[in-house]
């Protein structure tokens, strides 16, 4: 039974109110206990769960039967189960919902408890499917909202409770060992450059590494050198001198050579000095980081203490797969710092990534600041409780009643934004804004509503209306899949595109301060519901302006056109997700997503996410089509889903479970090749595979790149934050650079299978490399350490985790091992107690095994 207590402590201040003259008619010292018990999943054979919500008081005084409420978020939809009702769930908008009292609820005298059964869509699966951020609002004073505090999960004491359908399973802990020992055995140079050059070769000797080495560079690669002099300074204890053409004999040289294929550099390290070699800035840059990985990871963790570091001598020459390799972070659900995306960027860097996809609002939030529109972040960067949502948005992903708190509230000053900007640039990283629209915009849309009704106060009716996002006397009705039902902008509104227009211009100037280029903004298009646009007044009018637009489909097309058409008179280039290229034509006895003809000279780019339900071929069938594609599938790169179903592994489960492997052996050309099951594992049926549409090699030239995806509904601090991005993110940068493996493309299935078990292990072994490296890189990242997977045969236990290289420590107690621990060598004895926790180097531990 899963249970979730709240200690309702209640606050002395609430917004510097006291709450003694709203907490009625008990103290404000009153003491509830809250629980959410599960009992079902697949509640009568249906995708849904049955549990209750209970209240105990564990106060000294009367709990009252009227007069309250009990405001949480949930991202599943409610309802209460036929009998009698204690409590009633009430669905505010999204995932708000609060429980009042009942018709057959009493007071609750101490020590007694109240409970209500309900059912949810979809199942629970672990602890990221709890309702969170509860807090009480006493219905004399509306307004204020009081944080009840102190959650605490408790592990399942059923686990079959876990279990999503009948027959739902997942692997054992002794499979995943199994797993785990595959390609030990066979031998393979391993290269200490990473993600994996496309020629790399060890040559005898080392080049000594220390404070007397100095920088040649060509003047077209002075930006580059001082950067990487600065870092260099930081591991040798000295900043090396940069010269401009005169060598000695403990040079490292950087040369420009026209003969170098674009996209493409060489490094050869002797023992006489290093040379790296390229035709462009970005090129040289890729060489040095390639040099930064070839230290040995040691080096960053003595940081200015060796004097010496040696460097393996190589010959090496590389050039990445695809030209666009990126990452999108998401900083409206939840927002993180602007030290926090620099933190990702170094990362990026490090990696060879070319672009950070930055998606700043959604229906949580707006988190750019934009000076001619000052209500974006007044109102749309925060999240509170309050009346009206006049000054604040309603609160979501638990982010509680209080504005300004983080993660739900923040934003980046334009000043902020610029210096990030100026980071990504000295580091080469393109960033792409992304402003959603037109569904994912209540953010904007309730901030323009308050720009509104403020200006309306003051007698400016044009002002009011100049930038307004939806008709205020709309009537359609409609709600999203997070449960929204007025988060979508009107786009027969001439003040929208007003809107779009100030905002583009405005990022566009943000970008020429900086100094960094934009080619593109990504205007989102997805998940817009059915039943827009139905009841607009606007809307009806437009039609009788232009007959040729008769429905929902028609809008989309017109919407889409003018953002193109103002982006191309900008001379920048549309991005969007897939709904932006597509349609939806009846085809019979079904509807199916078709590539849109509308747009295929338009230079759209699009990132696909969507390779489920029967879509699975649809990036192919959009890139054969002539569009660009981006590949950013959720089985394989949304890292905000769980690495593996354990009740305390955080993240979310539609798309799957996304583990390492998930990453690593997915094929960009031919991903289909083997991925045969549906997100849940249950194998997708040969017809349905023999439908689906391969690429073809005019496709191919028109898959544009590949992208990860960390959206932050479940992420709300910098540890959680790479927590969830590292170590997937290895497995993207391989897959992004490297060229395809012989594995993933042989069609020799028995050789295919032993070739993918030697470069797994491969992978893996190099994996283990960069996390030490990442212990100390940039002040070090909290990446998600493995859980040791165990085997027990003939009565002893052997031990091992994914990623080869971490101390397994363990106790035989029941207690929970710690780096004093014991070290596990060799299998042991069974014995009952017997618990297991990897550890890294730098002595932090991961979850415990037993």
Request: aromatic share 12%; net charge neutral.
């Amino acid at each position: 039974m899963y249970k979730i207590l709240f200690n309702a402590l209640l606050w002395a201040l609430v917004f510097g109110a006291d709450t003694r003259a709203v907490a009625q008619p008990g103290p404000a010292t009153d003491q509830l206990e809250i629980s959410w018990h599960v009992y079902q999943n697949n509640y009568l054979g249906k995708d849904q769960t049955l549990f209750s919500m209970g209240i105990r008081n564990n106060g000294k005084t009367t709990f009252p039967n009227k007069g309250w409420k009990i405001y949480f978020n949930h991202g599943k939809r409610w309802s209460t189960v036929e009998g009698t009702t204690q409590l009633k769930i009430n669905h505010v908008n999204g995932g708000l919902y609060y429980i009042s009292p009942g018709k057959d609820v009493g007071t609750l005298r101490p020590g007694e408890n109240l409970e209500q059964s309900f059912v949810s869509n979809s199942w629970v699966v672990n602890k990221s499917d709890a309702p969170q951020g509860f807090y009480l609002v006493w219905d004399t004073a509306a307004g204020i909202g009081i944080p009840l505090r102190d959650v605490k999960i408790s592990i399942p004491e059923d686990m079959h409770q876990m279990d999503r359908f009948k027959g739902d399973r997942e692997l054992s802990s002794a499979q995943r060992y199994l797993l785990n020992e595959r390609g030990k055995t066979q031998q393979r140079e391993q290269p200490e450059i990473f993600p994996t050059p496309l020629v790399y070769k060890e040559t005898p000797g080392y080049f000594k590494l220390d404070a007397a080495v100095d920088l040649v560079t060509d003047h077209a690669f002075d930006a580059e050198v001082q950067l990487f002099a600065d870092e260099l300074g930081l591991l040798v204890g000295k900043r090396p001198k940069i010269s401009y053409g005169n060598k000695n004999q403990k040079s490292i040289v950087f040369e420009k050579d026209s003969s170098v294929k674009e996209n493409s550099y060489q490094l050869r390290v002797a023992p006489s000095g290093i040379l790296i070699t390229a035709n462009s800035a970005r090129d040289i840059h890729y060489g040095i980081q390639s040099l930064k990985v070839l230290l040995d990871p040691s080096a960053y963790a003595t940081s200015g203490k060796r004097k010496t570091i040696p460097v393996k001598c190589v010959e090496v020459e590389d050039r990445p797969l695809f030209g666009f390799r990126a990452m999108m972070l998401d900083v409206a659900r939840n927002f993180h710092s602007k030290e926090a995306v620099m933190k990702l960027i170094d990362l990026l860097s490090l990696y060879k990534f070319t672009t950070l996809h930055f998606h700043l609002n959604d229906d949580e939030g707006w988190r750019l600041q934009i000076h001619a529109l000052p209500e974006l972040t007044s109102v749309g960067a925060n999240r509170g409780h309050g009346i009206n949502e006049q000054e604040s948005l309603m609160p979501s992903y638990g982010s509680g009643p209080l504005a300004g708190r983080p993660a739900g509230s923040g934003f980046y000053s334009r000043a902020d934004f610029v210096e990030i900007l100026q980071y990504a640039k000295r580091r080469h990283i393109d960033v792409i804004p992304e402003i959603e629209t037109p569904g994912h915009a209540r953010a904007a849309i309730i901030s323009m509503q308050a720009r509104y009704h403020r200006l309306m106060k003051s007698g400016d009716t044009a002002g009011a209306k100049a930038y307004l996002l939806r008709d205020m006397a709309d009537t359609s009705v409609y709600r999203s899949v997070q449960q929204w039902n007025d988060h979508v902008m009107d786009v027969s509104l001439p003040s929208v595109y007003h809107f779009l227009e100030t905002v583009t211009d405005e990022i566009i100037d943000m970008y020429k301060e900086a100094g960094a280029p934009l080619q593109t903004i990504h205007f989102g298009g997805d998940e817009v519901p059915a039943g827009v646009w139905t009841g607009s007044p606007s809307v009806n009018a437009l039609k009788e302006k232009h007959p040729e637009i008769k429905n929902a489909a028609d809008l989309w097309d017109f919407f889409f056109d003018r953002i193109a058409t103002m982006l191309e008179q900008r001379k920048l280039y549309f991005s969007g997700w897939e709904e932006t290229a597509l349609k939806k034509p009846a085809v019979p006895g079904r509807k199916k997503w078709q590539p849109n003809p509308l747009f295929l000279d338009r230079n759209f780019h699009v990132n696909v996410w969507n390779n489920m339900a029967g879509n699975e071929d649809l990036a192919y069938r959009l890139a054969n089509s002539g569009y660009k594609v981006i590949l950013s599938f959720v089985t394989n790169f949304y890292f905000d889903m769980a690495y593996v179903r354990e009740f305390d592994e955080p993240g979310f489960n539609w798309g799957g479970f996304i583990n390492l492997e998930q990453a690593y052996k997915f094929i960009p050309f031919d991903y289909l090749k083997n991925q045969h099951t549906d997100y849940v594992n249950r194998p997708l049926p040969a017809s349905m595979l023999r439908q689906f549409e391969p690429l073809t090699e005019q496709g191919k030239q028109h898959i544009h790149g590949i992208q990860g995806l960390l959206w932050s509904e479940t992420v709300s601090s910098p540890d959680r934050l790479e927590y969830m991005y590292l170590p997937r993110l290895l497995a993207l940068s391989e897959k992004a650079w490297a060229a395809q493996p012989e594995w993933a493309v042989s069609t020799d299935t028995v050789a295919s299978k032993r070739l993918y078990e030697r470069d797994w292990y491969t992978f893996t072994t190099s994996v283990s490399r960069e996390l030490k490296r990442l212990d100390y890189y940039g002040g070090g990242y909290t990446y998600r350490i493995p859980t040791p997977a165990i085997r027990l045969d003939n009565g002893m236990v052997s031990v091992n985790t994914d990623i080869p290289g971490f101390q397994i420590r363990y106790t035989t107690d029941g207690t929970i091992p710690t780096i004093k621990s014991k070290l596990y060598q060799q299998p042991l004895k069974h014995l009952t107690g017997l618990r297991f926790r990897a550890f890294n180097d730098a002595g932090r531990g991961g979850a415990v095994s037993q």
